[in-house]
């Protein structure tokens, strides 16, 4: 299965690993970045079943959810690719 990061998941995920980067030393937001990239596509399995999102809003539009240390990855499976449609912060799930 591959992975395909929308713009505006990538966006986001771009801004966490700038303020990593600006806490951090240098290079820990690339780091982040990298671990959170592996972890969708280890995700990424062929064949599996998904559920929805515990969210309302976000099942309703028929999205995935899985969890990546605080972080909530918002996606669709969509012709045996998975597809990031946003990263949000867990606290603003509910």
């Known amino acids: 299965m591959t992975v395909l990061i929308k713009p505006d998941a990538q966006n986001t995920i771009n801004e966490i690993a700038e303020f990593i980067d600006g806490i951090n030393t240098p290079g820990a937001g690339d780091r982040w970045t990298d671990r959170i990239l592996d972890f969708i596509a280890a995700y990424a399995q062929p064949g599996a079943q998904y559920a929805l999102c515990n969210n309302p809003e976000l099942a309703n ?3 995935s959810c899985v969890t990546f240390n605080n972080w ?3 996606f669709k499976i969509e012709k045996n690719t998975l597809v990031v449609y ?3 912060h867990g606290s603003v799930v509910k």
């Open 61 to 63: 539009e028929l999205f």
């Open 72 to 74: 909530v990855i918002v």
């Open 86 to 88: 946003h990263v949000i």
